[in-house]
């Protein structure tokens, strides 16, 4: 995913799309990623589009990290 950055700080992974300003940060709990701000939003289509493909982003960044199976 070219266009994603993806950065890791500390239990956090950072997932960005600088050219529409968009950054979602997934937290490592556990074995687990969340994501607590996506909850009290009401994303646009291009906003869902952009966590679908930040959510694939930290996952394969968590897992090749082994935070995650």
Known sequence: M???SVA???QDI???KPSAGLS???RKRGRVLVAPELWRTHPSAEQ???YVRAWKA???KARSLNWID
């Open 8 to 10: 890791v700080d500390g």
């Open 58 to 60: 930290a996952c394969a």
């Open 14 to 16: 950072v997932v960005s």
């Open 24 to 26: 979602v940060t997934y």
């Open 48 to 50: 869902l589009n952009f």
């Open 2 to 4: 070219p266009d994603l």
